[in-house]
């Protein structure tokens, strides 16, 4: 529609822009309508506020000025011109937005008041009397399930525990079981017998040591033996008539090796004949044992003798009674002491006990127990240094100090051999378990028996199988037997044994499979069929 209209028609609206809104729009104003039109009539001002069309206040009417009609070059006649008006100010340029297509508003169409945008538009959210306590019913719900489920994951926790626990009391009530040889299927009958005899591989550490008497001459041997698997200690007491072989496969004693062959040749013949690893010598001259009950405080055991005097009128050394307690002079002197008459394994029986008394006073820290041996500034032999002494030392004292230990006599029969009951009572339970097979590379250990008649049948068998390569046991004599046998109590030493019997020249039907010695892998009992070449 033209916005300009005809000066003829009096009853057309007239119209005016004034300007444009915020989002560009023109904007026009309705000139009031005069009654009559009189072209000289002086426009007289109006101050009031009409309405227009649709019923909304208008602008207050202004008197129009320089209003005329004519020909002024401008203007044609009769043409009614607008004021002139100041130019829009300029709207701030925002960022193009995706709108609808904007439709002009005509000047006789008003314009959708229900135009809005969302911008124009603020929520107030209203506080509800209610929602306080709807908000406090979802926190203790919330907090409620949190703590089930807590609740429900310390219950597992608990029961994992429970689980954990019962499974570990399983396995070391079956470990002690088994220590203790109770387990059904895995111990014999004998061994469930005996309390504190573990069966199967038993952890031990052994070492020997030799008492040698400065002052009047001799030596006294004995083995200590720390069993870590039954928690026991002991000393095995060795006699000096103990039969061993030499290098050569000959027949010495124990204390003549000791004098001859020197600490690592007895310690091999002692492993040999007791078939048990021992790890180190201590050679312990009665001046240093002086020197040791001196540094652990004295010692307090039970004598079983009057030690007199180096006079025959003064008063003893050592008095027989309970609970004595020694200086390292006195614990020298009942060590070595042997009074007229009495067997050689009193003496020897001595000398254990005062072991024993230094063993409950010595430290059972193994450092400490270092820092001992190394105050004694005694020379030791390689196999065994200071820190590994004192570590043996420790173990031993540990178990002393609790009253788990004991002293034992090696059995030996006249002639040096080992009896039946010592393999049982000693080789098999304190110092082996059980003869177990060499390890590899190690010799075979062979018992031999003379039941020939023939005294020279023995010493020729051992030179024979020390020849080839055998470690030999002297299992002493025995009574007369028509044929040779060679014994073996192992399947897998079934080979050796075979072997051996080739070795002495004996015939395969001399092999069987038996009990052999305690300290043995393959028995030799010689009969009458040997022959000496």
Same mark, same amino acid.
């Given at each position: 529609m033209n916005d300009r209209q005809d000066p003829y028609d009096p009853y057309a609206p007239q119209v005016q822009l004034v300007g444009y809104d915020e989002y560009g729009q023109p904007v026009y104003q309705q000139v009031p309508q005069q009654a009559s039109y009189d072209p000289y009539a002086q426009q007289q001002p109006s101050y009031g506020y009409d309405y227009d069309a649709y019923g909304r206040p208008a602008q207050p009417s202004v008197p129009q000025q320089n209003q005329g009609y004519g020909y002024d070059g401008t203007q044609q006649w009769g043409r009614e011109q607008p004021p002139a008006q100041a130019a829009p100010a300029q709207a701030p340029v925002r960022e193009a937005e995706p709108v609808a297509e904007q439709i002009p508003v005509l000047p006789q169409q008003r314009k959708d008041e229900r135009d809005y945008r969302t911008e124009q538009f603020s929520f107030i959210e209203e506080p509800d009397e209610d929602s306080e306590d709807v908000i406090d019913w979802l926190n203790f719900t919330e907090s409620r399930s949190e703590r089930r489920e807590e609740a429900r994951r310390r219950g597992r926790n608990r029961v994992v525990a429970l689980v954990v626990v019962l499974a570990l009391a399983a396995?070391?009530?079956? =470990?002690?079981?088994?220590? /203790?040889? !109770?387990?059904?299927?895995?111990?014999?009958?004998?061994?469930?017998?005996?309390? =504190?005899?573990?069966?199967? /591989?038993? !952890?031990r550490d052994v070492i020997v040591v030799h008492l040698h008497n400065t002052a009047k001459g001799g030596t006294s041997t004995a083995l200590l033996v720390n069993n870590a698997t039954t928690k026991q200690g002991t000393t095995v007491l060795l006699p000096n008539t103990l039969a061993v072989s030499n290098d050569d496969g000959t027949r010495t004693t124990l204390g003549k090796s000791v004098d001859g062959d020197g600490s690592q040749g007895t310690r091999e013949a002692l492993g040999t004949l007791l078939g048990t690893k021992i790890t180190g010598t201590w050679r312990l001259d009665t001046p240093f044992l002086q020197n040791l009950v001196d540094l652990v405080g004295n010692i307090d055991i039970s004598t079983d003798a009057d030690v007199p005097g180096a006079k025959a009128d003064a008063a003893p050394v050592v008095k027989k009674g309970e609970d004595q307690t020694l200086t390292g002079q006195m614990a020298v002197a009942y060590a070595t002491y042997k009074a007229p008459g009495e067997a050689d394994a009193k003496q020897l029986q001595r000398f254990g006990q005062v072991m024993y008394g230094v063993l409950r006073k010595i430290s059972d820290d193994p450092k400490a127990a270092t820092i001992t041996v190394q105050t004694l500034a005694q020379i030791l032999d390689p196999s065994l240094p200071e820190s590994d002494l004192g570590a043996s030392l420790a173990k031993l004292a540990e178990h002393a100090k609790v009253g788990a230990y004991k002293t034992a006599l090696l059995p030996v029969q006249p002639d040096g051999t080992l009896s039946a009951q010592a393999g049982d009572s000693v080789v098999k339970d304190i110092l082996g378990g059980s003869v177990?097979?060499?390890?590899?590379?190690?010799?075979?250990r062979v018992g031999v028996s003379n039941a020939s008649g023939n005294p020279k049948a023995a010493d020729k068998a051992r030179v024979d199988l020390v020849n080839g390569g055998y470690a030999v046991i002297d299992a002493g004599g025995a009574s007369t037997a028509a044929s040779s046998s060679v014994t073996y109590g192992d399947a897998g030493q079934k080979a050796k044994a075979e072997e051996v019997a080739k070795t002495l020249g004996l015939s395969a039907g001399a092999v069987k499979q038996g009990k052999a010695a305690a300290n043995a892998d393959v028995t030799v009992v010689l009969g009458k069929d040997y022959k000496i070449k």
């Open positions: 396995v070391g009530g079956v =470990g002690y079981l088994w220590a /203790a040889g !109770k387990l059904p299927g895995l111990s014999s009958s004998s061994d469930s017998k005996k309390p =504190g005899v573990a069966v199967g /591989a038993q !952890k177990t097979a060499p390890d590899k590379g190690a010799a075979v």
